[in-house]
């Protein structure tokens, strides 16, 4: 049997590098919010999936009201998100009853792919962690205490949402504590005794966090339509 399948989408951006005055999950993009790109992703997925979107507190009646002015009908769980990511994932995690598999993106990744959805579940399901990654295009180098030095980027990835897990398996792990250095949902899981699988992402797959990505995701949306 197909195990229940959730969507939780995290949007608690505030549009600081964006220079914008509007939280950068609510900015339109080809007509529409940054975050219904990101749902209707999820929704053409699977009509099944349940979504779960986590907001913080004083931006949930913005969020209806865009819903009322563009018409977005689809049903969605809205929980108030808390002061750090971790917290937000956290009163998220917290609606889903029973296990199954969840997967957790980022609400300004509105170009995620259904085939990119579909695969890390299908990860997911295997290896109880599935997290989204794509190989570096440029040379890195690593700062130390002598100045820099060359590394090998093949050894590399650069790590994007959907993270995707076993519900009782993420579920336990965000029951630990709180640590600056779980930046995302794969650390909370690995910091937890839990092996990490990555899968092959996309570089259209890009989260928007200043001007230029914008402008990039436009281009990126328009190209689709084509």
Same mark, same amino acid.
């Given at each position: 049997?197909?195990?229940?399948? /959730? ?5 608690? &951006?505030?549009?600081? $590098? ?9 900015? !339109? ?13 999820? +929704? $053409? /997925?699977?009509?099944? @999936?349940?979504? @779960?979107?986590?907001? =913080? ?9 865009? +819903? ?6 689809? =049903? ?21 009853? &029973? ?9 300004? $990744? ?63 792990? /965000? #029951? ?23 899968? #092959? &992402?996309?570089? #259209?797959?890009?989260? @928007?966090?200043?001007?230029?990505? !914008?402008?990039?995701?436009?281009? !990126? ?6």
């Amino acid at each position: 049997m197909n195990s229940k399948e /959730y969507a939780l989408i995290v949007a608690g &951006g505030k549009g600081t $590098r964006l220079k914008s005055k509007t939280p950068k999950q609510f900015l !339109l993009l080809d007509g529409l919010p940054v975050l219904m790109h990101t749902i209707f992703a999820f +929704c $053409r /997925y699977s009509k099944d @999936i349940e979504v @779960i979107l986590v907001l =913080p507190e004083g931006d949930i009646e913005t969020w209806k009201s865009l +819903c009322n002015q563009h018409d977005f009908t689809h =049903p969605v769980t809205l929980v108030a998100g808390g002061e750090t990511r971790f917290q937000s994932v956290r009163n998220g995690l917290k609606k889903i009853q &029973g296990d199954g598999l969840v997967a957790i993106h980022d609400g300004v $990744r509105p170009l995620v792919s259904e085939s990119i959805i579909a695969a890390s579940f299908q990860f997911a399901a295997i290896h109880q962690s599935a997290v989204a990654a794509v190989p570096l295009k440029e040379s890195i180098r690593m700062i130390n205490d002598d100045g820099t030095q060359a590394v090998d980027r093949s050894k590399f990835r650069i790590i994007q949402t959907p993270q995707t897990f076993k519900v009782s398996v993420i579920k336990d792990a /965000y #029951e630990s504590k709180e640590e600056a250095t779980l930046t995302d949902d794969a650390s909370v899981v690995e910091k937890a005794g839990h092996v990490i699988s990555i899968f #092959e &992402g996309s570089y #259209e797959n890009i989260k @928007i966090t200043t001007a230029e990505d !914008l402008i990039v995701a436009d281009a !990126l949306m328009k190209a689709r339509h084509q």
